[in-house]
């Protein structure tokens, strides 16, 4: 009995990391500017995920648990100053999902934590405004200003790199 628990466990951190490990690791290069301490996260999250046993209701609500257990580690780990080096820009190409991804991920490392993230959720991963509401826990409306805002930066940064 205990072997069939230890064996489905195996199988379900394998499910989770195939399906959400490289999401993960892009919010995480993203906040943290920093590959190590990206994965240093993932890692951790998934430990997590098999520590607590959390059940969901469904599978946008694990994926919505597994960003948000991501994320407040980001949090906590750039208000301790842990972070040793940040990654060499050049480098993240390697990251990208496609090419298209790889300037806006450029442009995005260079944001403030809050518009990161969002604009993150919706160019890059594909999330509409009302899952990422759910999946952040803030309101559609701070969603959308996040998205105006951080346009406007990116915007911004873009004339600032062509002039």
Same mark, same amino acid.
């Given at each position: @009995?205990?072997?069939?628990?230890?064996?489905?466990?195996?199988?379900?951190?394998?499910?989770? =990391?195939?399906?959400?490990?490289? @999401?993960?690791?892009?919010?995480?290069?993203? $906040?943290?500017?920093? /590959?190590?301490?990206?994965?240093?996260?993932?890692?951790?999250?998934? +430990?997590?995920?098999?520590?607590?046993?959390?059940?969901?209701? *469904?599978? /946008?609500?694990?994926?919505?648990?597994?960003?948000?257990?991501?994320?407040?580690?980001?949090?906590?780990?750039?208000?301790?100053?842990? @972070?040793?080096?940040? $990654?060499? +820009?050049? *480098?993240?190409?390697?990251?990208?999902? *496609?090419?298209?991804?790889?300037?806006?991920? *450029?442009?995005? @490392?260079?944001?403030?934590?809050?518009?990161? +993230?969002?604009?993150?959720?919706?160019? =890059? /991963?594909?999330?509409? =405004?009302?899952? $990422?509401?759910?999946?952040?826990? $803030?309101?559609?409306?701070? =969603?959308?200003?996040?998205?105006?805002?951080?346009?406007?930066? +990116?915007?911004?940064?873009?004339?600032? /790199?062509?002039?």
């Amino acid at each position: @009995m205990l072997q069939q628990a230890v064996w489905s466990t195996g199988q379900d951190i394998e499910r989770i =990391v195939d399906t959400y490990g490289n @999401m993960l690791f892009r919010i995480c290069l993203v $906040i943290l500017c920093n /590959e190590n301490d990206a994965e240093d996260v993932v890692q951790d999250t998934f +430990i997590n995920y098999l520590t607590k046993a959390p059940t969901f209701h *469904d599978s /946008e609500h694990e994926k919505a648990w597994l960003i948000t257990v991501a994320t407040n580690r980001c949090k906590n780990m750039r208000r301790f100053n842990f @972070m040793r080096r940040h $990654i060499d +820009i050049s *480098d993240l190409q390697l990251y990208s999902k *496609d090419v298209e991804s790889y300037g806006l991920l *450029d442009h995005l @490392m260079k944001l403030p934590n809050k518009h990161k +993230i969002v604009l993150l959720l919706f160019y =890059v /991963e594909g999330y509409k =405004v009302d899952e $990422i509401t759910t999946l952040l826990n $803030i309101t559609s409306s701070a =969603v959308k200003k996040r998205l105006q805002r951080g346009r406007e930066l +990116i915007r911004e940064s873009y004339r600032k /790199e062509n002039d």
